[in-house]
């Protein structure tokens, strides 16, 4: 099974990488879970995003499109990182990510979400 793990945004991710001491460690906590999760054969890829103020949204309606400028609301609602993992099921994901540093330096989310397999689109 493949999952889609996102780290959601918040204010501070938003602000960009800040080189804080705090923060380097948090990415050296990162770094030794990420080699866990590649040893265990779970990662397939992942990385950090930058902040929305840097991104691009294209808007379709119809055969027009719009591009709109972030930085974009809601930072909750947003990405700033991500891993693909092949698992066996949504509960060894679930225990990989019980495993997870806090991403961010306050309050995180981090969510989990298969993705469509062939099967499942009857296209086997």
Same mark, same amino acid.
């Given at each position: =099974? ?19 001491? @705090?923060?380097?460690? =948090?990415?050296?906590?990162? %770094?030794?879970?990420?080699?866990? &999760?590649?040893?265990?054969?779970? =990662?397939?890829? %992942?990385?950090? &995003? ?33 891993? &693909? ?23 995180? @989310? ?7 397999? =062939? ?6």
């Amino acid at each position: =099974m493949r999952v889609m793990v996102l780290v959601k945004a918040t204010d501070d991710s938003e602000q960009g990488f800040d080189p804080s001491p @705090e923060t380097m460690a =948090m990415m050296e906590a990162m %770094g030794r879970f990420n080699d866990e &999760l590649t040893k265990a054969g779970i =990662m397939v890829s %992942g990385d950090g &995003l930058t902040p929305s103020s840097r991104g691009k949204r294209i808007a379709f309606d119809g055969a027009d499109r719009t591009v709109i400028d972030g930085p974009f609301a809601h930072p909750s609602e947003l990405i700033a990182g991500f891993w &693909l993992w092949n698992v066996k099921d949504m509960d060894e994901a679930i225990a990989w990510v019980k495993r997870c540093p806090n991403p961010m330096k306050g309050p995180s @989310e981090i969510e989990i979400r298969p993705l469509y397999e =062939m099967e499942d689109l009857g296209l086997d």
